[in-house]
């Protein structure tokens, strides 16, 4: 899918920053909701720990009533979590839910910035994510961030002061938040992050407190306030046709691989925020209260503010164009002010509105999706002038070298546009996400270019600048090289303008299981980025292992092309883990790496370059059975990794689950979060429970608790209360409980030494209760606390066998972890010792 535009029936939205969205189209009320914050000079910086964790409600209430500059400071991209609509986990998962974020700001009006912070999953207390992390490293990142956004106000999203009661992510966000405040005017501190930026003291810091953190609404109610400002986030905006509540849905609802899509709600609403440092405002409503926020904060803004003001007081809905001779006599006056921060923020705020008050379209768009390195390519450039004001087209340049266009009016509603050619310099760097170009460590990327650290994504490599002539005054416009084309199924698209190598690589699977010694063909798909392609692939192997021919040659004459090549993979007699990948050659060129596109309808389309790499494993695997059955639920990699151990997967649709229609499977498995998302599972249960009942086997992987809708008893078919335990350290020690049970000893001897190598975690939300039927397998925990026992559970149901999982089998199968592929292995072969393997399933 191709990302569409949304909408909420206005389009104030669109003054973010947005490389590859449909064009701005901005209402008179959009205009002059605008002017609104291009008269407010204070900033507001939020700050929590990953995406879905921002308010949006108070976000939106300060950027559209309070009109202040205001950013979200995420910690981390996400990367750990899970996700609801798709299969990208890791480090895709964490570009997916960067573009939700800046989707979500560009409906609720705020900006994006990150740290380098890396998303390493749940965390259950703050000293360890703190170690993880690099404590030095995310402080010194969240006190640049205070320095170069030079927020007035910060508002915590959590409780520094948090026992752990909560993620550990979480309370670590607080307390960098805490230290950064008083840092960050501090030149002594963090004194090489200073060459770009200067000392900054926020006048306030703020907790974002509720309920929530009391306990119940009653402990709240009673609750000491006099060190708390109440916020009315439910007003309604006229001039927007919104109210406050509308807009914070919609943001939210960005975050669609985190299930938050949601209601709009309405009415008053009251946020709390708890004063933590700083002095508190008379004014218990206005968290600016006592801070210039009028054009008198700089010096020579009360000139600007002797244009502008007026323009806010009497704004000419029907004419916004009228208004342009003041807007430029500003800009000029802008221009010649000291103050760097706030001129380059309000020069591009007022050229923002320039354009939109003349009604400027000014479009740069390339013949093709992306180019390479070296490469000439056509950009078509647009201009037209939708007012009755003369303006002229002096120039276009793109990344400062100026092309051959012809200078001119641009008469009322006149579209200018002519063909220039593009040579894409050499030296140009690939299109990919920059925090994923280095390999970083656990808990904190790799970014060698400071100047990029916190930046949402990697600057777009062309920009255009139309120079506009404006009675005299010559006003750059900027505008990112797009791709634009359209669909019959989808209109109009817009999306990035890339930078690729002329050819990419790329395994079929990401792991390549050998149950024994037998060599496999192993796939290399070469893909062209270029036309007329010719060159040679080398296949890269470890020393134990073996291969036919290491380097064959491809030919593609077509950009967008594929051809796969087949190397012939012979592993070693014993068991043992490797990488294989590989290298192209093309015109001078070594070439290591695999493009992946992210591409939905709420966000741009992305695309990443990542090291094209397998892991193989050598494993003495044994399997009973044959043909399984798989439901899918939030997405996830299972059954391309129960094909590598041999099995014939068949993907089910619940829709289509009626009596008997499940008994020529082996096994079922329901993917992680089914009944979550799968509302049909619930009138689809008996049959599942039959199944098992007539000698099936089924495998529940983790569901969050009772999260499953109305009118559902439950998942399993006794008595289980799924809670939130969790052991998060992937290296805590597991105890096998029940070691004579089959489960571990069928068709594969399970022992401790298949729980090393774990990634991320054991596993997520076990259940904490259960009837007598089940049998706990294992037994684990995290460091300081009580053994769990509900990681692993197996329950006989009639002839078959039921089973609850909350191990992070969807994490651990695609990682290639050998224990995990011979446990899951004897979960599907449970009661099979005299199965004899079925007739290929048909149809």
Not at 110 to 131: H, P, V
Not at 135 to 150: M, N, S
Not at 628 to 649: F, H, K, N, R, W
Request: include cysteine; glycine fraction near 8%; proline fraction near 5%.
């Amino acid at each position: 899918m191709r990302h569409i535009l949304l909408l909420l029936g206005c389009t104030f939205f669109l003054f973010g920053n947005s490389y590859a969205q449909v064009p701005k189209k901005s209402t008179p009320s959009d205009i002059y909701h605008a002017v609104k914050k291009l008269n407010f000079l204070g900033t507001a910086l939020y700050i929590a720990a990953h995406p879905d964790d921002e308010n949006t409600r108070l976000i939106s209430y300060l950027s559209n009533s309070v009109h202040a500059r205001t950013g979200y400071l995420s910690l981390t991209r996400g990367d750990g979590g899970q996700n609801l609509i798709g299969a990208e986990l890791r480090e895709l998962l964490g570009v997916l839910r960067t573009e939700e974020l800046l989707a979500a700001r560009r409906v609720d009006g705020g900006e994006q910035i990150f740290t380098r912070a890396n998303d390493f999953g749940y965390s259950k207390t703050a000293k360890e994510t703190l170690e993880i992390w690099n404590k030095e490293a995310i402080l010194g990142d969240v006190v640049t961030t205070i320095r170069q956004f030079k927020p007035d106000v910060i508002i915590n999203r959590f409780d520094h002061r948090d026992g752990g009661t909560t993620h550990g992510h979480h309370t670590a966000s607080a307390i960098l938040s805490m230290e950064a405040f008083d840092l960050a005017n501090d030149a002594t501190s963090f004194p090489g992050r200073l060459k770009d930026t200067a000392p900054w003291q926020p006048r306030r810091l703020f907790f974002n407190t509720s309920w929530w953190f009391y306990g119940s609404e009653e402990a709240f109610e009673k609750a000491d306030k006099s060190n708390m400002l109440s916020i009315d986030v439910g007003t309604y905006y006229p001039i927007l046709g919104a109210s406050n509540n509308e807009i914070a849905a919609l943001a939210s609802s960005q975050h669609l691989c985190q299930g938050f899509g949601r209601l709009s709600s309405r009415g008053s609403q009251t946020d709390y925020i708890e004063l933590l440092k700083g002095d508190l405002p008379k004014d218990p409503s206005n968290v600016f209260d006592g801070i210039d926020t009028s054009w008198n904060r700089v010096a020579g803004g009360s000139k600007i503010a002797a244009l502008l003001e007026p323009i806010e007081e009497n704004f000419n809905f029907k004419k916004p164009y009228e208004h342009l001779p003041q807007l430029v006599e500003a800009y000029l006056l802008l221009q010649d002010i000291e103050d760097e921060h706030w001129k380059n923020i309000k020069t591009k705020q007022l050229r923002a509105i320039i354009t939109a008050v003349a009604g400027l379209h000014l479009e740069a768009s390339s013949k093709d999706a992306y180019a390479n390195a070296g490469e000439t390519v056509t950009i078509a450039i647009e201009a037209i002038n939708r007012s009755p004001v003369e303006i002229g087209l002096t120039s276009v340049s793109i990344n400062g070298k100026k092309k051959a266009v012809k200078s001119s009016v641009l008469e009322e509603n006149q579209l200018l546009r002519q063909d220039i050619s593009l040579e894409i310099p050499s030296k140009t760097n690939y299109t990919s996400p920059y925090w994923l170009l280095e390999k970083g460590t656990l808990g904190t990327y790799r970014v060698t270019d400071s100047k990029l650290i916190g930046k949402p994504e990697t600057p777009k490599a062309f920009l255009a600048t139309f120079e506009l002539n404006f009675n005299g005054t010559i006003i750059p416009i900027e505008t990112p090289v797009i791709y634009r084309y359209a669909k019959p199924d989808k209109g109009e698209i817009y999306q990035p303008f890339e930078i690729v190598p002329e050819a990419t690589a790329s395994f079929r699977d990401k792991v390549i299981i050998f149950a024994d010694d037998t060599p496999k063909e192993i796939p290399v798909t070469v893909k062209a980025h270029a036309d007329n392609l010719e060159g040679t692939v080398e296949f890269c192997f470890d020393e134990a292992w073996s291969v036919e021919k290491d380097t064959k040659p491809f030919s593609i004459a077509k950009k967008g092309d594929e051809q796969t090549l087949y190397f012939k993979l012979s592993p070693p007699s014993i068991e043992k883990e490797s990488y294989i990948s590989p290298i192209v050659r093309v015109n001078g060129k070594e070439i290591s790496k695999e493009l992946v596109t992210i591409s939905y309808d709420h966000v741009p389309m992305q695309t990443i370059l990542l090291p094209s790499e397998a892991k193989t494993v050598r494993l003495d695997i044994k399997t009973a059975g044959q043909h399984i059955g798989y439901i899918m639920g939030a997405g996830d990699e299972m059954p391309t990794s129960l094909e590598q151990m041999g099995y014939t997967v068949h993907t089910i649709d619940p829709v289509g689950i009626t009596e008997g229609s499940l008994t020529k499977y082996d096994a079922i498995v329901l993917g992680i979060r089914a009944y979550n998302v799968i509302d049909e599972l619930k009138f689809k249960q008996r049959f599942i429970f039959d199944y098992v009942k007539q000698g099936g086997t089924v495998i529940v992987q983790y569901n969050t608790a009772n999260r499953w809708g109305d009118q559902f008893e439950g998942i399993a078919p006794y008595d289980l209360n799924i809670s939130r335990d969790r052991v998060t350290n992937e290296h805590s020690d597991v105890r096998i409980l029940a070691k004579e049970h089959p489960l571990v000893n069928f068709p594969n001897k399970i022992t401790t030494s298949d729980f090393e190598g774990w990634v991320q975690e054991r596993g997520l939300y076990f259940p904490d209760t259960w009837a007598p039927e089940f049998t706990p397998i294992l037994g684990m925990n995290d460091e300081g606390e009580e053994e769990t026992k509900g990681s692993l559970l197996v329950a006989p149901y009639g002839n078959g066998n039921y089973i609850y999982t909350g191990l992070s089998f969807f994490r651990e199968l695609p990682a290639g972890v050998p224990g995990a592929y011979k446990l899951f292995s004897n979960m599907l072969s449970i009661g099979k010792a005299n199965l004899k393997t079925k007739e290929p399933i048909k149809g």
